[in-house]
Structures are given as structure tokens and as C-alpha cells.
């Protein structure tokens, strides 16, 4: 299953593809180098294929849980000064998407969208100190009837030049569902109370829609 951001463009490399593969197959006839282009256009191919693959995730909504909105790596857990909705200190836990990881931003916990706002910036890579707050970004806030407020923020990185953010404020927010999509390494930071017992640590790989990051106690 493929997600809808990528239905266009897969539908253009695919056309842009069979045209080469044909221009080849008829204007080269040396065998070992057009079997050579033939495979490299293919594998660039299925790299786009995968890029927007859409997996079935299997959440089990638990409103005393936080799970990861994206697939990838943990790269930061640390308490912070979030200065652009709550202005005070959290815990933020921000995961690293490679450019092999699924792309699609999950709800890490149900209830209201009371805050969604786009940010332009620039495209630093995603690990660096300052692209959570320099990089282009979207920032929403869901508020749910147990753990309160949490913000996550979907960053771009270096390769990333389209973030779509499907939050609208006042919607209702499932967790797990999608939220919206990043094209290309990115990642995503996710802030919570000081007093939500983590469940990760620095390195973890997790599943977006799956792995609980965080627990209310």
C-alpha cells in the first residue's frame, strides 16, 4: 500500500521510466550496458516505491500512552525549554528518519487539535542543535482528557522540502491515524510532561503507530 502524497509522483517516474527503458532498449545495443541503465532506473524506482510505502500499523489507542508518531531512531530525549506554544519546560523525545523509513506522521495520542501552525525556515540537517527551531517545520497540539497537552513538531532536513500536515485545529485526533507526511530524511520531535515515565532510550529504533514512547503514571 502506497501513500496518497505519493500517487502522483509515482505515477510520473513510472511513465518517465518506461520511456527511458524504451529509448534504451532501441538506441543501445551494447548488451551489458543497457542491461547496466536498465537495472539502475529500476532500482531507482522501487527506491521511490518504498520511499511512500504505507504499512498497516496496528495501534491499540490508550489515552495513558504516548506512541511514536514516525518510524526511525531516537536521537534526543531531554528536558527542554519549549518556547513556542507551552513556555516551560518538557521532555522531548525526537526520533531521526533515515530516507529508507516510512514517511508517514502518526497521532502519538488522541483528542482534541487545539494549536496547528507551518513554520518556513531553512533545511539544516536533522540532527543538527538548531533545526527544531530554525528548520522548516509544523507544529500541532492535541489535548487529551488524561495526559493533558502534547506538541509534536514535524522538522525538514537537508533533503526534505515538503512537509504536509493534515492537523486542523478543532479536529478530533485519533491516535495512530495519519497526520501527515514528510518527503525525505527528516524527523520528528514530540514534547511531554516532565512527569510521563519514558519508555525509550537514545538509539531505539521505533515503529511509527506501534512502539509506545511514553506512559502516564
Given at each position: 500500500m502506497f501513500h496518497k502524497e505519493g500517487y502522483k509522483i509515482i505515477m510520473i517516474s513510472m511513465l518517465i521510466f518506461a520511456g527511458?527503458?524504451?529509448?534504451?532498449?532501441?538506441?543501445?545495443?551494447?548488451?551489458?550496458?543497457r542491461t547496466s541503465i536498465m537495472v539502475i532506473f529500476l532500482i531507482l524506482f522501487?527506491?521511490?516505491l518504498q520511499f511512500f510505502r504505507?504499512?498497516?500499523?496496528?495501534?491499540?489507542?490508550?489515552?495513558?500512552?504516548?506512541i511514536?508518531?514516525?518510524d526511525g531512531k531516537v536521537v534526543v530525549i531531554e528536558e527542554v525549554e519549549e518556547n513556542e506554544f507551552f513556555k516551560d519546560k518538557r521532555r522531548q523525545i525526537s526520533i531521526f528518519m533515515s530516507p529508507l523509513n516510512v514517511h508517514v506522521t502518526r497521532y502519538p495520542?488522541?483528542?482534541?487539535i487545539i494549536y496547528s501552525k507551518y513554520h518556513p525556515g531553512k533545511y539544516l540537517v536533522a540532527w543538527h542543535?538548531?533545526?527544531?527551531?530554525?528548520?522548516?517545520?509544523?507544529?500541532?497540539v492535541v489535548e487529551n482528557r488524561t495526559v493533558g497537552k502534547i506538541l509534536f513538531r514535524q522538522i525538514?532536513?537537508?533533503?526534505?522540502?515538503?512537509?504536509?500536515?493534515?492537523?486542523?485545529e478543532n479536529d478530533n485526533a485519533i491516535q495512530g491515524k495519519d497526520s501527515g507526511f514528510i518527503?525525505?530524511?527528516s524527523r520528528v520531535d514530540i514534547f511531554v510532561p516532565l512527569d510521563m515515565e519514558i519508555n525509550v532510550s537514545i538509539n531505539d529504533k521505533v515503529k511509527g503507530g506501534e512502539t509506545v514512547i511514553a506512559t502516564y503514571v
Open positions: 527511458i527503458i524504451l529509448l534504451v532498449d532501441n538506441l543501445i545495443h551494447v548488451e551489458w550496458l522501487v527506491l521511490i504505507n504499512p498497516k500499523r496496528h495501534t491499540t489507542e490508550n489515552d495513558n500512552q504516548i511514536a508518531a514516525v495520542i488522541g483528542g482534541k542543535p538548531k533545526s527544531s527551531t530554525d528548520n522548516e517545520r509544523t507544529t500541532v525538514a532536513g537537508a533533503m526534505a522540502r515538503r512537509i504536509v500536515n493534515y492537523a486542523k518527503k525525505f530524511g
